[in-house]
């Protein structure tokens, strides 16, 4: 045991300490970065979906306006006041 050095020792640890720390700085902001560019491309197609959507909804409402307005155009007009008239003269 004389010839181990205690002040040897515990700088090495130390040293892996920092050593530790350092590597985890880096491999964490690594992470960060990563994710902070998943999150921002989440973002803008999130956008983009949302964009898309609203255009759909009022190609839907205007085509559905357009049908709505065809079926008004195309149904027959009823005459209430012809009807009775007709039912009048029967008499």
Known sequence: MADFDLGDGVRKVLLAGIG???TGY????AIVDDLVKKGE?????G???NTEL????????VN???KDAAKADAAPAEEPAADAAD?????
């Open 26 to 29: 880096e491999k964490g902001s």
């Open 87 to 91: 039912d009048s003269n029967k008499d």
């Open 54 to 61: 609203k255009r759909k909804v009022g190609e839907a409402l």
């Open 64 to 66: 559905d306006a357009n």
């Open 20 to 22: 530790a720390l350092a």
């Open 47 to 49: 956008k983009s979906l």
């Open 41 to 45: 491309l989440t973002v803008e197609q």
